[in-house]
């Protein structure tokens, strides 16, 4: 799944996305849900959105890729409604609640493939982990890297869900447990800590 990330570029985000004037954000280093976070959209439009779509009371911050284009509240989503939500980083926790950051290996800004709805609130999608993630938790958010977002965002629904079935490598650094307080924030949250023994 994905219950927090990282967004904390040292590259210029309007460079990243081709977005003149999209303004650079103030690093967040523990983005949960039920926050605000930014999403890109087609044709160069970004907003702010509500993470997690709340049908009948109860907030779901994830979908699956699996059966995203069968549930009925996200299959007109999938078909016109797609969007990126960037991040430097997400972290998973393993069996023990040991934290882990995973991000490219040169810590530069990837997307999460992700849904909006009417009400702007989005969905970030997950899908089966790959390695090395798939060594602390069985599913993962669609990381897409730059070369794959116009094919997430023009692509038919199967073509565009098949163009997010597999990531780029990613790294997997062990973190200390301030990251487990959403009130918590910081680059701290991302330094590796040097053994699992430091929790």
């Known amino acids: ?6 967004l ?3 590259e210029d985000l309007a460079g990243r996305y081709s977005i003149p004037g999209l ?20 044709d160069g439009i970004h907003e702010n959105m509500f993470w997690g779509v709340r049908p009948y009371g109860r907030s779901l ?17 999938v078909e016109d409604s797609r969007c990126l939500v960037p991040a430097t980083g997400f972290y998973e ?9 995973f991000r490219l290996n040169g810590g530069e800004v990837f997307s999460m493939a992700a849904l909006y709805t009417d009400r702007r609130e989005v969905i970030i999608l997950t899908r ?3 390695a090395p993630v798939s ?6 958010p669609c990381v897409i ?10 692509s038919s629904v199967d073509d565009a869900l098949k163009s997010i079935g597999e990531g780029p490598p990613l790294e997997r650094l062990a973190v200390g447990q301030a990251v487990n307080d959403v009130k918590n924030e910081g680059p701290r949250l991302i330094e590796p800590v040097d053994t699992l023994d430091s929790f």
């Open 23 to 42: 303004p650079q954000p103030e690093p967040r280093y523990n983005i949960s849900p039920a926050q605000d976070v930014l999403c890109v959209l087609p």
């Open 8 to 10: 904390a570029p040292y």
């Open 128 to 130: 089966e982990s790959q």
């Open 1 to 6: 799944m994905c219950g927090r990330f990282a």
């Open 135 to 140: 060594e602390v938790h069985s599913r993962m």
């Open 145 to 154: 890297t730059k070369e794959k977002e116009s094919e997430w965002f023009n």
């Open 61 to 77: 911050i994830n979908a699956r890729t699996e059966t995203v284009k069968e549930k009925a509240m996200f299959a007109r989503l």
């Open 93 to 101: 926790w393993d069996s023990k609640k040991h934290p882990h950051l």
